[in-house]
């Protein structure tokens, strides 16, 4: 998922670097979009040196973004808007050095270490940032990318309690619980988990899919998504996530003493479904922003302005 949602960056970077990092057929980007170290302008480029975790992919990546502030001197560098500058770059995995930092409760198999660098010059053409124009036009370069990303994010919890439910149908045909003489698929809290698993994960899955081919419809009309458009890219995909753990947790709690054991593979899947939920793009901090924009407040200085090019519109007067 991470490697095909950055892809995305194939229309947002200058084509001399987009040719560079995506002409390989086989290219693989891992990374972080956390501004955590800082750039310093110097000919032709950026100066870069830090730490960023995350990279998600770094097993098999063959190039590496980091997010960067931008520094005039010692004093951060400003947008006309009065932000601080960031942009981020993209270098060869080779010009890095991978940590073995990845250590974790879920999502163990994705190797999402952190990378250092060290006094290496970014060129200028390899890099970017979320609030500047794409460079092509096509539709999918039109969409505010962190928010689409949401929705890549969801997509992962999604197909996990998918797994889930499989394997939870698998043991309910075989397993006879303890002091019972009946399948489990014959009792009532089985078929009662299995019902809610199914709503749960069904609807979310809905929510989403409405919510991308609305946007992609109204990008592909050549229009810009409006706020409400965009916040429910980024509620759907928090909702979308929720459902999916609370989906798992039903199934782990009706398969008894069997959900323990890492052979079975649903705790491995509630593990995995818990940490992609952690993920900053469908954490529940998006219930506040998408209520506040549901009352009609201001959200464009919160986190759901991060990529809006200017573009972004109320649809209706709230002035």
């Not at 989403?208 to 759907?236: F, I, K, P």
Request: charged share 15%; net charge neutral.
């Amino acid at each position: 998922m991470i490697g095909a949602g950055y892809g995305q960056f194939s229309g947002l970077l200058p084509a001399a670097a987009a040719d560079e990092i995506f002409g390989e057929p086989s290219a693989v980007v891992a990374g972080t979009f956390r501004p955590n170290e800082v750039a310093r302008p110097v000919a032709g480029g950026y100066l870069v040196g830090g730490q960023w975790p995350l990279a998600s992919g770094s097993s098999h990546a063959t190039w590496l973004v980091g997010g960067c502030r931008i520094l005039d001197g010692d004093q951060p560098q400003l947008t006309p808007t009065g932000r601080p500058a960031a942009q981020l770059m993209f270098l060869p995995v080779g010009a890095a050095t991978i940590l073995d930092t990845w250590h974790t409760a879920g999502l163990r198999g994705t190797a999402s270490n952190d990378f250092v660098v060290r006094d290496l010059v970014i060129p200028a053409h390899r890099t970017c940032w979320f609030t500047q124009a794409a460079v092509r036009s096509e539709p999918l370069y039109r969409l505010p990318a962190i928010a689409l990303f949401a929705a890549c994010i969801a997509s992962v919890p999604l197909g996990i309690a998918r797994h889930a439910l499989s394997l939870f149908s698998a043991l309910a045909g075989t397993k006879t619980p303890t002091w019972s003489q009946a399948l489990l698929r014959d009792k009532t809290a089985a078929q009662l988990a299995v019902g809610q698993a199914e709503g749960l994960v069904r609807s979310g899955r809905a929510f989403l899919t409405e919510t991308l081919r609305d946007a992609w419809a109204t990008v592909t009309r050549g229009v810009a998504l409006s706020w409400e458009q965009r916040g429910q890219l980024w509620l759907a995909s928090t909702q979308a996530t929720t459902q999916a753990v609370q989906a798992i947790e039903h199934l782990f709690e009706a398969a008894g003493a069997s959900a323990i054991y890492a052979s079975f593979g649903l705790e491995r899947c509630l593990r995995d479904a818990r940490t992609a939920a952690q993920h900053i793009c469908v954490t529940p901090s998006n219930y506040e922003i998408a209520g506040q924009l549901a009352l009609g407040l201001d959200i464009a200085g919160t986190l759901w302005s991060i990529d809006n090019r200017g573009d972004a519109q109320y649809l209706v007067d709230r002035t």
